[in-house]
């Protein structure tokens, strides 16, 4: 360190300022502390969480040193950490843009900031969201995922009426999900019905083409009906109804579920017996060929009741 | 005189330890909600995912009963997308299982679900409730499964909380 004229002269008594290196000192160490502060608390909030919360949507930084420097440099820690909107993935303040974990995506020109690392597979433009945005997701900045949906609502002013979710906004991860929400007027009891297939079979692994199925238990559809009792318009075992797809990147090909429902009233079945009164359905875990996982109740054989005369709610995802 | 400092300490204290309690419940929301999914994965990643998502759970698993509940309310209270929710509720499903001490497998007539995408295995007229999870001995756990499709009740996180918290201890402490 040298000491010009210049720099000597800050520690110059004056008559304002007769101690210039105690208040100076002082001035220091105020600072020091509350440097030690703000970087405790930053250290003791956020420091695990904000490289955690980093290294799962920026796996390609392999050191947290590498990683720490990026979101320094970027100020993705501006707000909080793992700042999620829209995309599911964090936003970048600095540039109004979501990080991918290929490239990133300006909100605001509706354009990714670079282009496709994995070249052209959705056309010659590849600073486009996707070709088509409202079905095709690009989950993470390389290649596209298409969904569609086809949503419908129950019968208006009927007895059972059910919204889909979401009818017009397309989903952000490749896990696609649609969620139904089932209405029954209050005057009425009985059951709702659907019929669920599940067609899983145009799945193949990368690697040989060979077909893949879920857990490789070689099941490549379900069919089944499931039901859920209305009493007093009051739904149970619950008023939601969820689809989800998810499949391993290793993969390609398509799949689809489609429900088919309808409302029973209890007069339907005061003289069904068996498996044609949902009554004695067991819970969906228990029933061989249906999806095993709630406490519906199920069969995977028709019921005498049953025409295929309901109304549909389909949704379908193919990816490459 | 010198009650007055005194007073303002214990003030200052008290509301230290309550915000950082609610940064506590705030951080641990967070990092659920930005939890990578373990559904649809390869079997190649279930122990690097396992990790990941280990180390999401890390802050909520060591809250108390109460602290942990309201995280699961924050976390489920943002509005997203509808696959943005099945993301969370994925890693919630996971969650419960890590909080409580859950037995590995269950009587059949004694399990209650609460929806949710995911039963496998167990033994004969048993379930395994805490998969996809598998825990070893000296208290960490891993993946050892992952669904692909799911049509059913949406999992009610809160509900299967109130009845484990009922039935079982918390895992750690």
């Known amino acids: 360190m040298s000491f010009s004229p210049r720099s000597l002269r800050a520690f110059a008594p004056s008559r304002e300022n007769p101690f210039p290196q105690n208040r100076n000192q002082k001035q220091n160490t105020m600072k020091l502390k509350n440097c030690i502060l703000v970087a405790l608390c930053i250290v003791a909030t956020s420091s695990q969480a904000s490289h955690a919360a980093l290294q799962s949507v920026l796996p390609e930084f392999k050191s947290k040193q590498a990683l720490q420097a990026h979101a320094a440099s970027r100020q993705v820690n501006k707000e909080p950490l793992g700042n999620v909107f829209y995309t599911g993935k964090p936003y970048d303040n600095t540039d109004s843009s979501y990080l991918f974990k290929g490239r990133t995506y300006n909100s605001t020109l509706s354009r990714w900031t670079s282009t496709d690392p994995s070249g052209f597979p959705d056309g010659a433009n590849n600073s486009i969201y996707a070709p088509n945005p409202l079905t095709q997701l690009d989950p993470n900045g390389l290649d596209t995922v298409n969904v569609t949906w086809t949503p419908q609502t129950g019968p208006s002013g009927g007895v059972l009426s059910f919204t889909v979710s979401p009818p017009d906004a397309h989903p952000i991860t490749p896990d696609a999900t649609m969620i139904v929400s089932w209405h029954v007027n209050s005057s009425y009891s009985g059951w709702i019905v659907q019929h669920v297939q599940m067609d899983l079979s145009g799945i193949y692994n990368d690697s040989d083409n060979s077909q893949y199925t879920p857990g490789g238990s070689g099941v490549t559809s379900y069919d089944y009906w499931e039901a859920w009792q209305v009493t007093s318009g009051s739904i149970s075992p619950s008023s939601t109804d969820q689809y989800t797809l998810a499949y391993p990147s290793s993969t390609h090909g398509s799949a689809s579920i489609t429900g088919q429902v309808n409302f029973f009233q209890s007069s339907v079945f005061t003289n069904l017996t068996g498996n044609n009164n949902p009554a004695n359905w067991s819970t969906g875990s228990s029933v061989s060929g249906a999806e095993p996982a709630h406490d519906l109740k199920a069969t995977a054989t028709s019921p005498s009741f049953w025409s295929d005369s309901g109304y549909n709610h389909n949704m379908s995802m193919t990816w490459e | ?173």
């Open chain 2, 1 to 173: 005189m010198g009650m007055k400092p005194i007073f303002c300490r214990a003030a200052y204290i008290l509301l230290f330890f309550l915000a950082s309690a609610m940064a506590d419940t705030k951080t641990a929301a967070e990092q659920i909600r930005t939890a990578p999914r373990w559904g649809g994965l390869d079997k190649d990643s279930y122990a690097s995912r396992s990790k990941e998502i280990a180390t999401h759970l890390e802050e909520f698993i060591h809250l108390p009963v109460n602290e942990a509940r309201e995280v699961i309310k924050l976390a489920l209270q943002e509005k997203v997308s509808a696959s943005k929710l099945g993301a969370i509720v994925d890693t919630l499903y996971l969650a419960n299982r890590v909080y409580f001490d859950i037995p590995e497998n269950v009587e059949v007539k004694d399990v209650k679900t609460f929806g949710g995408t995911y039963i496998g295995g167990g033994n004969v007229g048993e379930r395994k409730v805490v998969w996809p999870l598998v825990f070893s001995k000296d208290g960490t756990y891993a993946l050892e499964g992952t669904y692909n499709a799911y049509a059913g009740p949406v999992y009610d996180v809160l509900g299967e909380f109130d009845y484990f918290s009922k039935k079982y201890k918390r895992r750690y402490k």
